[in-house]
């Protein structure tokens, strides 16, 4: 996923990362911390161009803020199709797993009956023999999530 980002996505991605970063503060600290004590009449050389309560930086700041919260949520977006499809992956190898360790309980048991030898006959064994069908799981899962999202 990582290689077919959209470019849209990479600058998203690296806006977010530079927003959450130490110099992204340090570089707004110095901007605003400028911004007032220019337009507080602190700094003698540069006349006040938004005079308190500095209306201006406010809708810089917001528009800002309005840019940068789309900006994570692109990225978060793009983070979270990239855990379901882990999610989804981890699920097919866990159940494949799972399909051969009970292939694996059934031989052994095989081995253990023609050999002779029996094992106080577990209850839970006959369970663990069960075979959990992979394709079986999906559907149900499947059909839980249609019936959650209404379709």
């Known amino acids: ?25 340090y570089i707004h600290a110095l901007l605003f911390g400028g911004w007032i004590l220019v337009n507080m009449g602190i ?3 540069i006349r006040p161009f ?3 309560p500095f209306v201006m930086l406010a809708m810089i700041a917001s528009v800002e803020a309005i840019f940068l919260s789309t900006f994570v949520l692109i990225s978060q977006n793009r983070m979270q199709a990239l855990a379901d499809k882990r999610a989804d992956l981890d699920l097919q190898i866990n159940l494949l797993a799972e399909h051969e360790v009970t292939r694996l309980i059934g031989l052994v048991d095989d081995i253990a009956r023609h050999l002779g030898i029996t094992s106080g ?3 839970s064994l006959d369970e663990l023999k069960k075979d959990v069908r992979p394709e079986a799981v999906i559907e149900e899962m ?4 249609r019936g959650r999202s209404g379709t």
Not at 7 to 14: G, I, K, N, P, S
Not at 142 to 145: I, L, P, W
């Open 121 to 123: 006959q577990d209850a």
């Open 50 to 52: 938004d005079p308190f």
């Open 43 to 45: 700094v003698p050389v």
């Open 142 to 145: 499947d059909r839980a999530a």
């Open 1 to 25: 996923m990582e290689s077919r980002k959209t470019h849209q996505e990479v600058v998203a991605d690296a806006i977010t990362r530079f927003a959450g970063s130490m110099p992204f503060v």
